[in-house]
């Protein structure tokens, strides 16, 4: 189950640096990027959606969804589920480096490299350090030592899809040793069903069985980094590595036709400095105590703060709470832009969220 709660974490966890890059981008009618716009938030999306799915997955097998638990939230900038040690991930504006960022999130199945460790089927990076960086409360994803190995060796999923799959080996093994029975012994009535979402990118569904279950990771990583090698997942849509592409390489794939890393359709306009230069990584310490800002920052917080606990609740038995979220989120935004429009007092850049969870209102916990 640990893994599954984990899964939200890392579903969740890319949602903070791509809604800052999102909001941080201005509505110029003459320079617009509101192509790109809209590929963010189409993604951010999805990302919901499947956090979700992972939700609908830990219930299914009896278990308890938990997105308040102290460690939820990274600390950005944080070493996210693609590698620990070769990248971290910030909240910062929508730039080349933000985009490189995004497609090191979702990136897809690795090349043959020395680093890259195939155990069951499943790649993994080898590397001594990650422990440290876990100790540091930097990482998300389980790692561990390989058996018999009495080195400083650790093991952590290469990618998001990587650690899927390894989920998937996981649930049909427990499948065969357990029976699906014994196995998938949820309440059913804790299972998000499409009723209570929308614009899901082909939607939500509950989980019940081995077949769903496999067909959940299945939609989360491969709407993600595409399936098997092409640049679209199974239902047809460009997957979420390769819209980010889009943006990097300033032109449309051409789905059905384009190989991987080498779009040939219609120019897509990205204006980089049509955005608001906001300060990468803001923490409410550096903001004045009392000032508006310091205010703003702890008030977004807060709201963040409740809007994770209405999923939560969403996901623990009331479903009907995912409707009031989606009003959350506009006031999320509103409550963002305070903070991007305004400039920083030290002429460093405009403020930003920063998505700290210890720091609600009027304390510090």
């Known amino acids: 189950m640990s893994h599954l709660q984990t899964a939200i974490q890392v579903e969740h966890a890319t949602i903070p640096p791509y809604l800052t890059a999102l909001y941080s981008i201005k509505s110029d009618p ?19 959606a499947h956090l979700t799915l992972a939700g609908n997955l ?34 910062e504006g929508f730039s080349p480096s933000a985009i490189e960022s995004f497609l090191k999130i979702e990136r897809p199945t690795p090349p ?12 993994y990076v080898k590397h001594e350090s990650l422990a440290a960086g876990r100790k ?12 018999g190995d009495k080195g400083n060796d650790v093991l952590h999923y290469w990618s998001i899809g990587e650690f899927y799959k390894a989920i998937a080996a996981g649930f049909k093994r427990l499948a065969d040793r357990l029976t699906e029975k014994k196995l998938f012994k949820g309440d ?12 899901a990118g082909g939607g939500i569904f509950k989980v019940t069985n081995l077949d769903t279950a496999l067909q959940a990771i299945d939609f989360i990583s491969g709407q993600g980094e595409g399936s098997f090698g092409r640049i679209y997942d199974d239902g ?3 997957s979420h590595y390769y ?10 794939y051409r789905v059905g036709s384009d190989q991987p890393d080498q779009p040939t359709g219609a120019p897509l306009d990205v204006y980089w400095d049509e955005v608001y230069p906001i300060r990468p990584n803001l923490k409410v310490s550096s903001l004045r105590p009392g000032s508006e800002l310091y205010r703003a920052a702890r008030d977004f917080n807060e709201l963040y703060r409740a809007f994770l606990h209405r999923i939560q609740d969403a996901l623990n038995g009331k479903p009907a709470e995912f409707m009031p979220a989606v009003a959350d989120m506009f006031r999320i935004k509103e409550a963002a832009l305070r903070l ?4 920083l007092p030290t002429g460093e850049g405009n403020a930003s969220p920063t998505f700290e969870m210890n720091y609600i209102n009027g304390t510090s916990a």
Not at 30 to 48: D, T, W
Not at 136 to 147: C, E, I, S, W
């Open 236 to 238: 047809g849509e460009l």
């Open 30 to 48: 003459q320079k617009s990027n509101l192509a790109s716009y809209n590929i963010i938030r189409a993604v951010l999306v999805e990302e919901m």
């Open 340 to 343: 991007i429009h305004n400039p």
């Open 112 to 123: 043959t490299a020395d680093s890259v460790v195939e155990l069951e089927g499943v790649a």
């Open 58 to 91: 830990l219930n299914a097998v009896g278990g308890s969804p938990d997105l308040t638990r102290s460690d939820f939230v990274p600390d950005y900038p944080a070493y996210l589920p693609t590698g620990e040690t070769d990248f971290e991930v910030g909240l």
């Open 188 to 199: 059913a009535a804790r299972q998000i069903g499409p009723e209570y979402y929308y614009s």
């Open 136 to 147: 540091q409360g930097r990482g998300l994803l389980p790692h561990f030592n390989p058996k």
């Open 243 to 252: 819209r980010f592409d889009q943006i990097r390489q300033q032109r449309y």
